[in-house]
Structure formats: structure tokens, C-alpha cells
């Protein structure tokens, strides 16, 4: 059976691997708060582990296999802000975890994934990938996130504060390709403008 039929064919599905692995993201989320709420240890690092390894996997798949789709562009941000803002307050609530880093966490997340939703359904608009700093934030506080999780505070506190610096880099980043990527649609739609005007007239004035 030929691979890249396979492949061609599951792109646009709804239910192509890559997809599910980021819904699993969403679903695993009511069985996390469960562990944290038995103090159950071993069943929240598990969870969790199996969360974040899920995250490399779709990507990994998605690129491997072709199976990319519109589905995955919307499922992937989605899952990872919904994880690591439920958990972020499930730290909050059971492990301790700063209240202030735990809102900075979740408003850069949304930010992005508000932009992200602007960007997608903006005719024109290019949708911004994550740059090396963002995957650099993301690792850390996967680390910082997993370690506060399992109550192993002082390395975990030191990750933290790393992985906040990189927030406010990323956030920064972001937000300058983001009004980048902004300007250069209205740029690109009022440079086309005059063109559609000029066309028309001049269809006009031959009829």
C-alpha cells in the first residue's frame, strides 16, 4: 500500500493521529485535577508526562507524514493552552505555585492564541510559527511546570524563574512579529486597492 496515499488522505481528516494526540491533551485535563486531588504522585507525573509527550509527538507526526490540516492549525495551540493553563491553576490550588507567575502564564497564553485565532480566520494574514525562543519557553516551563507537579520545589522554582524570563522575551518577540505580520496585509490590501479601482474604470470605459 502506497504510504503517501495514506498520507494525502488523512491530511484534511478531522481524526488523523496527530489530531487525536492533541484532543487526548484536552481529555487527559479532568484526570489530572483527579491526581492532584488524591495526591496521587505517581498518577499526575504520569499524566503529565504523557501530556507533554504527546505535544512532540503531533508535531513530529503532522511533519513526518503529512498529515497537516486546518483541524491541527486550531487543535494543537488549543490543547497546549487549555493543559497548561488548568494545570498552572491546579498548582495554584495544591502545590503552592505563585498566583501573580500563574496569571503572567495564562494571559501571554490566551494573547497568543487570541492572535493566533485573528490571524486565521483574516484573509491575507500569515500565520505566525513559534520562533526558537518560544519552543526555548516552552521546554522550560514544561520542566518547570512538571517538576512543581511532582513537589520537587527548589529546582523547580529556579526553572520557573528562567522560564518566566523567557515569557516576557517570547511575549515580546511575538508581539512585534505579530504587528509585523499586521502591518504587511493592510499594506498588501492598500497596494492592491488602487489596482481593482483602476481595472474597473478602465472595464467601464471600453463597454
Known amino acids: 500500500m502506497n504510504l503517501n496515499i495514506i498520507t494525502n488522505e488523512k491530511a484534511g481528516c478531522f481524526w488523523a493521529l496527530p489530531n487525536v494526540l492533541s484532543i487526548s491533551r484536552i481529555i487527559v485535563v479532568p484526570f489530572i485535577y483527579w491526581g ?5 504522585y505517581v498518577g499526575v507525573s504520569i499524566l503529565i508526562g504523557w501530556a507533554f509527550l504527546t505535544d512532540a509527538a503531533d508535531g ?4 513526518r507524514f503529512n498529515w497537516k490540516s486546518n483541524w491541527g492549525l486550531i487543535l494543537d495551540p488549543l490543547a497546549d493552552k487549555i493543559l497548561i493553563g488548568s494545570v498552572t491553576i491546579f498548582l495554584v490550588l495544591f502545590r503552592e505555585f505563585p498566583l501573580w507567575a500563574a496569571v503572567l502564564i495564562i494571559v ?3 494573547s497568543i492564541l487570541g492572535a493566533g485565532v485573528y490571524l486565521y480566520i483574516n484573509p491575507g494574514a500569515t500565520i505566525i510559527p513559534a520562533d526558537r ?3 526555548v519557553t516552552t ?7 512538571f517538576l512543581y507537579a511532582v513537589d520537587y520545589k527548589p529546582y523547580a522554582e529556579w526553572l520557573l524563574w528562567l522560564a518566566l524570563c523567557c ?9 512585534v512579529r505579530f504587528g509585523q505580520s499586521t502591518r504587511s496585509t493592510v499594506n498588501e490590501k492598500i497596494s492592491d486597492g488602487p489596482e481593482v479601482i483602476h481595472e474597473s474604470s478602465r472595464g467601464s470605459k471600453t463597454s
Open 167 to 175: 515569557v516576557i522575551v517570547s511575549g515580546i518577540s511575538y508581539t
Open 133 to 135: 525562543i518560544g519552543k
Open 60 to 63: 513530529y507526526l503532522a511533519r
Open 108 to 110: 501571554r497564553d490566551v
Open 139 to 145: 521546554l522550560l516551563m514544561g520542566g518547570a511546570i
Open 36 to 40: 492532584f486531588a488524591r495526591d496521587s
